[in-house]
C-alpha cells in the first residue's frame, strides 16, 4: 500500500487504528507480533572468530609457515627454540591488539548508541504518553514537534506549519513543508520519496511546527532499514595498505620457495644424493627461507597503527579497525555536507536594537517553538528561534518549559 497516494482515513483504517492511537493491551501484541522499532545489528562475530581473523592475513599465515619450519629446524639439528617463541609471540600480539582494538570501538559505538536512545511522544489510550523509540509499533500516533526525531516512517494526518528535514535519507538540507493533504501522481509512475509530502520518515527531524503522523513502517520495514539492508549485504573492501602487505606476502612467497628449491638443488648436486646430504640441503634450504621473512614487519605495522588509533581517539575520532587508520592518512578528498557537518547548524544573535532590549528578547523567545532544555543547557528546535531562545537565555530571561500543545483539527 502506498500510504501518501491515500486519504489518511484509509491509513488508519488499514493500520486497523484510530486518531485516539492504540490500546495497550494491542500496542503490545502489535510489538510481539512486529518487534522491536529499531534497525537489525549486524550478526557480531565471537572472540575467537575475530582472533582466527586476525591469524588469516597472509604475512601472519608467511609468520606461522616460517615458525613451523624453524620448529622443525631446531628439533633435528638440536638447537635452541628462540627463533620460533620469537615468531609465534609476534604473532599472537599481533592478533590480540587487532582484537583488543575492535573490542574496544565496538563497546564505544554501544555507549554512544545507549545514550542516544530517543523517547517518542505517543497517543495510547487516547492519552499522550513518552515512550522508548524502540516500542513503537505500526499504527501508533506519534506526536512531533519542533526538534523532535521521526521515530519511523509515517503518514501525517495533522500538521500545522511543520518543517522536516531529512537530508539523511535524500541529501537535501532544506526542510521539508509537510501537510496532511493528499497527492496525486500526476502522470508519474511513482512520486520520489523526497516530495512525498505527507510522510514522515525514520532518520528525519523536525525543524519548524508541529503535527501527528499514523506509523506505517517500523525497524526494518522503514526506508532507513532498507538502507541498512543494503550496506548489510555490501562487502569489505580490503586497504590499501592490506593489499601491498597482500602483494608482498605474494612476493616473498614465491622468492623464498623459488631460492630453497635452487639451494637444494645445487646442494644435492654438489654432495651427491644420500640421505645425509638430502637433509643437510634441506635444512640450509629451509635456514635461508626463515632468514628471509621479515618477522618484524608484522609488528612493526601493528604498533604504527596503534599508534594512530590512539592519536585518533585524544581527538575523540572512533577507529573500529587498525587498518582503516592508514586509509585515512592516504585519504586525498572528503566529500562533506556543510550544515551540521563542518559548521554546527547552529545561529546566533549577534545584536539587537530596542528601547526596552529585555522586552524584546522576551517576546522573540516566546513567539517560537523552540523550548529551554535545562539539562543539555540550550534550547532546542528550528535553529533561526533556537537562536532567539539562546540570546534570551544569556541574559537570564529562561523560557518556561511547556507541555506539548494541542492541535487543531483543521489548518
Same mark, same amino acid.
Given at each position: 500500500m502506498k500510504e501518501y497516494l491515500e486519504n489518511y482515513e484509509e491509513v488508519l483504517k488499514a493500520q486497523n487504528s484510530s486518531d485516539q492511537g492504540l490500546s495497550t493491551g494491542e500496542a503490545e501484541k502489535r510489538l510481539a507480533q512486529y518487534g522491536k522499532n529499531k534497525l537489525k545489528e549486524a550478526k557480531k562475530d565471537s572472540i575467537l572468530?575475530?582472533?582466527?581473523?586476525?591469524?588469516?592475513?597472509?604475512?601472519?599465515?608467511? +609468520?606461522? &609457515?616460517?615458525?613451523?619450519?624453524?620448529?622443525?629446524? %631446531?628439533?633435528? @639439528?638440536?638447537?635452541?627454540?628462540a627463533d620460533v617463541i620469537i615468531i609465534i609471540a609476534v604473532v599472537i600480539i599481533n592478533a590480540v591488539l587487532g582484537v583488543v582494538q575492535e573490542g574496544k570501538a565496538e563497546a564505544a559505538i554501544a555507549a554512544l548508541q545507549e545514550?542516544?536512545?530517543? !523517547? !517518542?511522544?505517543?497517543?495510547?489510550?487516547?492519552?499522550?504518553?513518552? +515512550?522508548?523509540?524502540?516500542?513503537?509499533?505500526?499504527?501508533?500516533?506519534?506526536?512531533?514537534? &519542533?526538534?523532535?526525531?521521526?521515530? #519511523?516512517d509515517g503518514r501525517i494526518i495533522e500538521s500545522a506549519s511543520m518543517k522536516i528535514e531529512e537530508a539523511a535519507l535524500t541529501g537535501e538540507s532544506v526542510p521539508v513543508n509537510k501537510a496532511a493533504e493528499l497527492l496525486s501522481l500526476g502522470g508519474q509512475k511513482d512520486i520520489p520519496l523526497g516530495d512525498r509530502k505527507n510522510m514522515v520518515y525514520m532518520g528525519s527531524t523536525v525543524v519548524y511546527g508541529?503535527?501527528? #503522523?499514523? +506509523? $506505517?513502517?517500523?525497524?526494518?520495514?522503514?526506508?532507513?532499514?532498507?538502507? #541498512?539492508?543494503?550496506?548489510? =549485504?555490501?562487502?569489505?573492501?580490503?586497504?590499501?595498505? =592490506?593489499?601491498? *602487505?597482500? =602483494? +608482498? !606476502?605474494?612476493?616473498? $612467497?614465491v622468492l623464498v620457495l623459488g631460492i630453497c %628449491?635452487?639451494?637444494? %638443488?645445487?646442494?644435492?648436486?654438489?654432495?651427491?644424493?644420500?640421505?645425509?646430504?638430502i637433509l643437510n640441503s634441506f635444512m640450509v634450504a629451509v635456514s635461508l627461507a626463515v632468514a628471509a621473512i621479515p618477522e618484524g614487519? %608484522? &609488528?612493526?605495522?601493528?604498533?604504527v597503527l596503534s599508534i594512530g588509533v590512539t592519536n585518533m581517539s585524544k581527538r575523540n575520532a572512533i577507529i573500529?579497525? *587498525?587498518?582503516?587508520?592508514?586509509?585515512?592518512?592516504?585519504? =586525498?578528498?572528503?566529500?562533506?555536507?556543510?550544515?551540521? $557537518?563542518?559548521? @554546527?547548524?547552529?545561529?546566533?544573535?549577534?545584536?539587537?536594537?530596542?528601547?526596552?532590549?529585555?522586552?524584546?528578547?522576551?517576546?522573540?523567545?516566546?513567539?517560537s517553538d523552540s523550548e529551554w532544555d535545562a539539562e543539555a543547557n540550550q534550547a532546542i528546535g528550528e535553529p533561526t528561534e533556537c537562536a532567539l531562545v539562546n540570546d534570551a537565555a544569556k541574559n537570564g530571561l529562561l523560557k518556561p518549559s511547556s507541555t506539548p500543545r494541542a492541535l487543531p483539527t483543521r489548518y
Open positions: 572468530k575475530r582472533f582466527l581473523k586476525e591469524l588469516s592475513d597472509p604475512m601472519i599465515l608467511i +609468520l606461522i &609457515a616460517a615458525a613451523i619450519i624453524s620448529g622443525i629446524t %631446531a628439533f633435528y @639439528q638440536g638447537e635452541s627454540f545514550i542516544a536512545a530517543a !523517547s !517518542s511522544k505517543v497517543l495510547r489510550d487516547g492519552k499522550i504518553v513518552t +515512550l522508548k523509540s524502540e516500542d513503537l509499533v505500526p499504527g501508533d500516533i506519534v506526536v512531533l514537534e &519542533a526538534g523532535d526525531a521521526v521515530p #519511523a508541529r503535527g501527528k #503522523a499514523v +506509523l $506505517t513502517g517500523t525497524g526494518m520495514d522503514t526506508e532507513m532499514g532498507k538502507i #541498512a539492508s543494503a550496506l548489510a =549485504q555490501a562487502k569489505d573492501e580490503e586497504t590499501p595498505l =592490506q593489499l601491498k *602487505l597482500n =602483494q +608482498l !606476502s605474494k612476493i616473498l $612467497t %628449491a635452487v639451494i637444494f %638443488a645445487v646442494g644435492l648436486m654438489r654432495s651427491g644424493f644420500n640421505g645425509s646430504s614487519l %608484522a &609488528a612493526v605495522v601493528t604498533i573500529r579497525k *587498525l587498518t582503516a587508520v592508514e586509509t585515512l592518512g592516504c585519504t =586525498q578528498i572528503i566529500c562533506s555536507d556543510k550544515t551540521g $557537518t563542518l559548521t @554546527q547548524n547552529r545561529m546566533t544573535v549577534v545584536d539587537h536594537v530596542a528601547d526596552d532590549e529585555k522586552e524584546l528578547e522576551t517576546a522573540m523567545a516566546l513567539c
